[in-house]
């Protein structure tokens, strides 16, 4: 069964650092997400992405985050100075249609600490 | 005022019973919604998605729909103890509720 794959599956890194969370959806979906669950906490939508360009975005998704698609295959998730409080699980997601779709796929996810 | 909300819990069920977990939503006009089943530590995985109203059953799992009282459920027939994780309510892609815990009881 196709899967969505994260790596790293755990990154830890110092505050103020840079740091790449990385993705590669299913080889057919359009739509790709980012989300991230704080330990504890409900799963927030952080970004949407289809056709190369940010579709949708939450109020957490500030300028100190970015995605790209860089080659037909990887979606990335860029927080450019980590703070402590984005210290969580990070989701990536894919799915073929928008809203209506029966195989919205989750990674399973990299867990963020930053120290 | 939060836009998905759930109960939870931890709800407990016998083994062999019948699980019900419920979940509202504030934005009138949502058209879609999803059922996720998460284990700890671990990435949601979707059990069911519902559009209309009405029911949708697929295996053990019901999920029911009402858009006039803005609800949506998730009806687990026949639990069992691999069932227990914490179940998550979605519309659409983008707004999760914070999760039930499904305890079932051998």
């Known amino acids: 069964e196709p899967e969505v794959t994260q790596t790293p599956s755990h990154q830890v890194t110092q505050m103020g650092q840079e740091v790449i969370l990385r993705c590669v959806p299913i080889?057919?979906?359009?739509?790709f997400y980012w989300y991230r669950q704080i330990l504890g906490q409900k799963v927030e939508f952080l970004v949407s992405?289809?056709?190369?360009?940010?579709?949708?975005k939450s109020e957490i998704f500030d300028d100190q985050f970015s995605v790209e698609r860089p080659d037909g295959s990887n979606f990335t998730l860029k927080i450019r100075s980590t703070k402590l409080e984005d210290s969580a699980m990070y989701f990536c997601a894919s799915s073929l249609y928008r809203d209506r779709d029966n195989g919205y796929t989750f990674g399973s996810g990299t867990r963020l600490t930053v120290v | 005022q939060k836009e998905v909300e759930q109960n939870s819990g931890p709800l407990s069920v016998p083994e062999g019973a019948i699980a019900s977990l419920n979940c509202t939503y504030s934005?009138?006009?949502?058209?879609?919604f999803f059922w996720y089943r998460q284990y700890s530590g671990k990435s949601p995985e979707l059990i069911m998605f519902i559009y209309s109203n009405g029911d949708k059953e697929d295996g053990r799992f019901t999920a029911q729909l009402n858009k006039a009282s803005q609800y949506v459920s998730l009806l687990i027939r026949d639990s069992q103890p691999s069932d227990s994780a914490t179940y998550l309510c979605a519309v659409k892609k983008l707004t999760f509720g914070t999760g039930t815990r499904l305890t079932i009881i051998p």
């Open positions: 934005d009138r006009g949502s058209q879609s």
């Open positions: 080889s057919n979906h359009l739509y």
């Open positions: 992405f289809y056709n190369n360009e940010i579709s949708e």
